[in-house]
């Protein structure tokens, strides 16, 4: 069965600095993988997601994530944050050989950007 | 507008209850998916539908029903709510299992 572990619940950092927040999955079969954003009192919203070609996928709002099917990790990245990226980050995964369409989340992120 | 709206985006109601949650999406998306979110649980997948006439169960369906009317909406019902049915609900959509999930604002449902 697949599954996806987000390796830490809270990541506070100050303005400006870099971040990464950590996805690692277990799936028997190739899969397609997403990081999608809920910024306070709002539904999700995609990020980047990676189905092929390039391990290095980027996405909106100055994101990045590197696929390593090796170390079946998924990590997301920025250079620099700003306060506007304090939301809750999610990574989710889905399979080729499903019906096609479930995701499956790990638990979230917080991000906290402080000025 | 919005593409994918939810109502009521909160509610509040006594164990025993019957409760409707409404999804309509304006996508034009065949598919659709039910989630609930808990803290520190992530998103869950309740129910998800591939078009009209298909209606599947997701990881957590127990407690749980839904209908598809029509390609632009899907309801999600809780016959009997219970306290640990309090959750924030999400309603999404896509056009295909690569695609790009499209979800609703939530529904806060709170059960006593």
């Known amino acids: 069965a697949q599954s996806v572990t987000q390796l830490d619940s809270q990541v506070p950092v100050f303005e400006e600095a870099p971040v990464e927040l950590r996805c690692n999955y277990s799936?028997?079969?190739?899969?397609?993988l997403f990081w999608y954003v809920q910024y306070p009192n709002q539904g999700l919203q995609l990020l980047l997601k990676?189905?092929?070609?390039?391990?290095l996928v980027k996405g909106i709002n100055g994101f990045e994530a590197e696929f390593n099917k090796s170390q079946t990790s998924f990590h997301l990245r920025k250079p620099s944050v700003h306060i506007s990226d304090t939301a809750e980050y999610f990574c989710?995964?889905?399979?080729?050989?499903?019906?096609?369409?479930?995701?499956?989340f790990g638990q979230g992120t917080e991000l906290s950007v402080k000025p | 507008d919005a593409d994918v709206t939810q109502t009521p985006r909160n509610r509040i109601t006594k164990t025993g209850k019957r409760i409707m949650l409404e999804c309509s999406q304006t996508?034009?998306?065949?598919?659709m998916y039910w989630y609930r979110q808990d803290p520190g649980l992530g998103l869950r997948l309740i129910y998800y539908s591939f078009d009209v006439k298909d209606i599947n169960k997701g990881e957590i369906s127990d407690g749980y029903s839904v209908s598809r009317q029509a390609q632009a909406k899907f309801s999600l019902s809780l016959e009997s709510a219970i306290p640990n049915q309090t959750a924030l609900y999400f309603c999404?959509?896509?056009?295909?299992?690569?695609?790009?999930?499209?979800f609703g604002p939530g529904t806060r449902l709170t059960v006593l």
């Open positions: 990676y189905l092929s070609g390039s391990t």
């Open positions: 996508k034009g998306h065949d598919r």
């Open positions: 989710a995964v889905s399979d080729y050989d499903n019906q096609g369409g479930k995701l499956i």
């Open positions: 799936s028997s079969v190739s899969v397609y």
């Open positions: 999404a959509t896509s056009d295909s299992e690569v695609d790009t999930q499209y």
